[in-house]
């Protein structure tokens, strides 16, 4: 768990808010039985690296969704992909994206909100870049080294956890 306390504030005032303004089946779903997780609980859950599907938006409105490597760092999702890819075509024009994480019956972690460039090509890096580089490096060794990979740091407006 890398949270501050002020990030796990933000984080469960962001659970608390998304699940009480969803709709009443996902609310009979996730409530039931105490699933819903609290952002401490969830950030203990998500050590390390998960797949993830993401979902971008094509240029004619039609959703994409591709597998990937997801982080959660600070409350944060944190995903990669090849400079090439189409997602991150898609990002660059449109950044909206959701996110989801699903373990079988087990652990489900559904979030939609903007893909903000951590690493861009073509300008400074985003605020967050030099808190996360260092726990990718780490992650993923030489790797890094390649020139042709996009990292991104969704900023959630709606996220959902559940575990059973």
Request: zero cysteines.
């Amino acid at each position: 768990m890398r949270e501050t306390p002020d990030e796990l504030a933000a984080l469960q005032r962001l659970l608390d808010d998304s699940l009480s303004g969803s709709t009443a089946h996902l609310r009979s779903i996730v409530g039931a039985g105490d699933r819903a997780l609290t952002a401490e609980r969830l950030t203990g859950l998500l050590d390390g690296m998960r797949t993830l599907a993401i979902s971008t938006v094509t240029a004619k409105g039609e959703p994409r969704i591709s597998a990937g490597d997801g982080h959660f760092l600070h409350g944060r999702w944190v995903f990669g992909t090849s400079t090439t890819a189409a997602k991150a075509r898609h990002l660059a024009a449109r950044p909206a994206v959701s996110v989801a994480l699903i373990e079988g019956e087990r652990l489900g972690v559904f979030t939609h909100g903007t893909a903000h460039p951590l690493n861009p090509a073509d300008g400074p890096a985003h605020p967050a870049w030099p808190d996360v580089l260092p726990y990718l490096d780490e992650f993923y060794g030489d790797f890094m080294r390649r020139g042709d990979l996009a990292f991104y740091r969704v900023e959630p407006h709606w996220m959902v956890a559940w575990a059973s």
